[in-house]
């Protein structure tokens, strides 16, 4: 029985035939699974090797090839391997060996076979090597087969992330659609929606190849792409994070996002408020950093006043009662709830734009002492007290804000661990000093059904405790193993300790001694979450100052001003911040 079709150097088709049905070996077995190690495939028919054929390109059947021994052990077929293979074929030659017994023997290319016998191919083309493939007892033989395929796999260098958006991009202008493309190339269609993206987004792009971004941070600079000034500033703020602290990109991306969503919360409330006639009391940033601006610096908050000053103090001047002062008008501000746990909502602050032309009168009256009288601060200490206090006012408002950001990444760094099948180390030391401690984090999630800890697991999450069924986490523990059963403990600890925490956790939290804030949030770091600066305050209350918490404004030795990189990037180096620049092109 002949091996092979008829020897040719140029095949005349370059597209093997699909046959229907399951391939079967030459002796009418069918072919052998893939994790099938060093199994016969099919069998060949011994025959000499003739001289024409050593180094030419042959086409067999793939259910004919035996897989030899090979240093991969475990062969991983995804579904769009095998359905590339299946419908473009194999395009690069199965390197093969004679066997004595005349069996063609795989060396290179056990995936490409595997997947070709799985995709049904009726044929695939094989260069046949010139050497016999060697037995056991041939030591020098065996070493040269080991050290050919680490080199075949240890040296092959997969095409970039930037590479790959670049020849989607050529794809999308070439008239292809993405779903098309995710069809042609049997890539995932999430993939192709993001090369779409960035492909899309010249900043991005750009970012990708002059900093080896990955493609997910790429996905999220374009997403900010948007031409706003605020998205400039963004894109600028994500790409010296993917420069400089990659680990923290996440919270940066996410803090982007917070602020994209007041910025939208605010217009929209804006605009209705204008809609209705109202006047409006709009803070900007101070240029010269020294707190906000106000275009009304008299303009004094209802709950600070009372009607008219022969009113006794603490009398109230309600929002009904001044509408129609002349003075009347409103701010907004965005308030997310104390633990995070809902969406942000506007709130609207009712202001008099100058009480004392319009006849109120403070809440309540400063009576001084004369002894406190003569101990008054001179103007200097007024002033510096003043900018302390602003300064502190800046730096809650920003910790606030990164910290807002960081619950939303640590939840999902959360979910992640705790669907992994087995718990990460020491924790069951952790569950047990929790139970031990015995504080009103488990408490109160005990009385509230583990709320949380159902939806970090995934399961349905209960409305509170008392509801006359089993709780939900009780599912998951029917006829679990040991490792399960770890997992839902650690899952109910942690989420005890998470929902404890708050607003004023990173201020306070590790001051607090009736709290593991401190614990929890190290052995989130040890077992690989990294935390915002504004988390490390729980483990080090002097670890950094919560206002450093943008990248783009840390301070640092490194040699990455923004002037940098004017027009492409320095092939030298030394431009890791140069993502201002980057935006600024975009800009123009």
Same mark, same amino acid.
Request: include cysteine; charged fraction near 30%.
């Given at each position: 029985?002949?091996?092979?079709?008829?020897?040719?150097?140029?095949?005349?088709?370059?597209?093997?035939?699909?046959?229907?049905?399951?391939?079967?070996?030459?002796?009418?077995?069918?072919?052998?699974?893939?994790?099938?190690?060093?199994?016969?495939?099919?069998?060949?028919?011994?025959?000499?090797?003739?001289?024409?054929?050593?180094?030419?390109?042959?086409?067999?059947?793939?259910?004919?090839?035996?897989?030899?021994?090979?240093?991969?052990?475990?062969?991983?077929?995804?579904?769009?391997?095998?359905?590339?293979?299946?419908?473009?074929?194999?395009?690069?030659?199965?390197?093969?060996?004679?066997?004595?017994?005349?069996?063609?023997?795989?060396?290179?290319? &056990?995936? #490409? =076979?595997? *997947? !070709?016998?799985?995709?049904?191919? @009726? +044929? %695939?083309?094989?260069?046949?090597? /010139?050497?016999?493939?060697?037995?056991?007892?041939?030591?020098?033989?065996?070493?040269?087969?080991?050290?050919?395929?680490?080199?075949?796999?240890?040296?092959?260098?997969?095409?970039?992330?930037?590479?790959?958006?670049?020849?989607?991009?050529?794809?999308?202008?070439?008239?292809?659609?993405?779903?098309?493309?995710?069809? &042609?190339? #049997? =890539?995932? *269609? !999430?993939?192709?929606?993001?090369? @779409? +993206? %960035?492909?899309?987004?010249?900043? /991005?792009?750009?970012?990708?190849?002059?900093?080896?971004?990955?493609?997910?941070?790429?996905?999220?600079?374009?997403?900010?792409?948007?031409?706003?000034?605020?998205?400039?500033?963004?894109?600028?703020?994500?790409?010296?994070?993917?420069?400089?602290?990659?680990?923290?990109?996440?919270?940066?991306?996410?803090?982007?996002?917070?602020? #994209?969503?007041?910025?939208?919360?605010?217009?929209?409330?804006?605009?209705?408020?204008?809609?209705?006639?109202?006047?409006?009391?709009?803070?900007?940033?101070?240029?010269?950093?020294?707190?906000?601006?106000?275009?009304?610096?008299?303009?004094?908050?209802?709950?600070?006043?009372?009607?008219?000053?022969?009113?006794?103090?603490?009398?109230?001047?309600?929002?009904?009662?001044?509408?129609?002062?002349?003075?009347?008008?409103?701010?907004?501000?965005?308030?997310?709830?104390?633990?995070?746990?809902?969406?942000?909502?506007?709130?609207?602050?009712?202001?008099?734009?100058?009480?004392?032309?319009?006849?109120?009168?403070?809440?309540?009256?400063?009576?001084?002492?004369?002894?406190?009288?003569?101990?008054?601060?001179?103007?200097?200490?007024?002033?510096?007290?003043?900018?302390?206090?602003?300064?502190?006012?800046?730096?809650?408002?920003?910790?606030?804000?990164?910290?807002?950001?960081?619950?939303?990444?640590?939840?999902?760094?959360?979910?992640?661990?705790?669907?992994?099948?087995?718990?990460?180390?020491?924790?069951?030391?952790?569950?047990?000093?929790?139970?031990?401690?015995?504080?009103?984090?488990?408490?109160?999630?005990?009385?509230?059904?583990?709320?949380?800890?159902?939806?970090?697991?995934?399961?349905?999450?209960?409305?509170?405790?008392?509801?006359?069924?089993?709780?939900?986490?009780?599912?998951?523990?029917?006829?679990?193993?040991?490792?399960?059963?770890?997992?839902?403990?650690?899952?109910?600890?942690?989420?005890?300790?998470?929902?404890?925490?708050?607003?004023?956790?990173?201020?306070?939290?590790?001051?607090?001694?009736?709290?593991?804030?401190?614990?929890?949030?190290?052995?989130?770091?040890?077992?690989?979450?990294?935390?915002?600066?504004?988390?490390?305050?729980?483990?080090?209350?002097?670890?950094?100052?919560?206002?450093?918490?943008?990248?783009?404004?840390?301070?640092?030795?490194?040699?990455?001003?923004?002037?940098?990189?004017?027009?492409?990037?320095?092939?030298?180096?030394?431009?890791?911040?140069?993502?201002?620049?980057?935006?600024?092109?975009?800009?123009?």
């Amino acid at each position: 029985m002949s091996t092979t079709e008829p020897t040719s150097t140029e095949p005349t088709s370059t597209e093997p035939a699909h046959p229907d049905g399951t391939a079967t070996s030459a002796d009418g077995g069918t072919a052998t699974s893939a994790d099938g190690g060093n199994a016969v495939v099919g069998a060949v028919a011994p025959g000499p090797v003739g001289a024409e054929e050593l180094g030419t390109l042959m086409w067999v059947d793939p259910a004919e090839l035996v897989v030899g021994i090979n240093t991969r052990t475990e062969v991983r077929l995804s579904a769009h391997f095998v359905a590339d293979i299946g419908e473009r074929g194999v395009r690069e030659p199965i390197t093969v060996r004679r066997r004595d017994d005349g069996a063609l023997v795989v060396r290179k290319g &056990q995936r #490409r =076979t595997l *997947a !070709a016998v799985k995709a049904g191919l @009726a +044929r %695939v083309r094989v260069l046949l090597e /010139a050497d016999d493939d060697p037995d056991g007892a041939d030591r020098q033989g065996q070493i040269a087969r080991i050290v050919d395929q680490l080199g075949e796999n240890n040296h092959r260098a997969g095409i970039g992330d930037s590479e790959e958006v670049a020849a989607h991009q050529e794809l999308l202008e070439l008239g292809l659609t993405a779903a098309q493309i995710a069809r &042609q190339t #049997r =890539t995932p *269609a !999430a993939r192709i929606r993001q090369t @779409a +993206r %960035v492909a899309a987004s010249e900043i /991005a792009a750009k970012a990708m190849a002059r900093y080896e971004l990955t493609l997910d941070q790429a996905a999220v600079i374009a997403e900010f792409d948007d031409g706003t000034a605020e998205g400039i500033e963004a894109v600028k703020t994500l790409t010296v994070c993917a420069a400089r602290e990659p680990e923290r990109f996440a919270h940066t991306a996410q803090r982007a996002r917070n602020d #994209r969503e007041d910025r939208r919360l605010l217009a929209d409330a804006y605009a209705h408020a204008r809609e209705q006639g109202i006047a409006l009391l709009q803070t900007d940033p101070d240029p010269d950093g020294d707190g906000e601006r106000c275009e009304y610096p008299g303009a004094r908050a209802l709950t600070e006043l009372r009607p008219r000053v022969e009113d006794p103090v603490y009398t109230r001047l309600s929002v009904e009662d001044h509408q129609d002062c002349p003075g009347h008008a409103v701010a907004m501000e965005v308030r997310r709830t104390w633990r995070n746990t809902e969406a942000p909502t506007v709130e609207t602050i009712a202001y008099c734009l100058d009480p004392d032309a319009h006849g109120h009168a403070p809440y309540y009256e400063r009576h001084t002492s004369p002894d406190a009288a003569a101990a008054a601060a001179s103007e200097e200490e007024v002033a510096a007290a003043k900018d302390a206090a602003r300064a502190e006012r800046r730096r809650v408002i920003e910790g606030n804000k990164a910290w807002d950001a960081a619950v939303t990444v640590r939840r999902e760094f959360l979910r992640t661990l705790l669907a992994r099948k087995a718990a990460p180390n020491n924790a069951a030391l952790f569950v047990a000093e929790a139970m031990a401690t015995g504080g009103h984090e488990l408490r109160r999630a005990f009385e509230g059904g583990n709320q949380l800890a159902c939806s970090l697991l995934g399961v349905e999450v209960p409305d509170r405790w008392h509801v006359g069924k089993p709780n939900p986490l009780l599912g998951l523990l029917a006829g679990a193993k040991a490792g399960k059963a770890t997992q839902v403990m650690l899952a109910v600890a942690l989420a005890a300790e998470e929902d404890s925490l708050h607003r004023h956790s990173w201020r306070e939290g590790n001051a607090r001694p009736d709290t593991r804030a401190a614990a929890y949030m190290s052995a989130l770091k040890n077992w690989g979450y990294t935390p915002t600066h504004v988390e490390e305050l729980l483990i080090d209350p002097n670890a950094v100052d919560p206002a450093a918490e943008d990248p783009a404004d840390a301070g640092g030795d490194d040699d990455t001003s923004d002037t940098d990189v004017q027009d492409g990037g320095d092939e030298d180096g030394g431009d890791e911040d140069g993502g201002a620049d980057l935006a600024t092109e975009s800009a123009a």
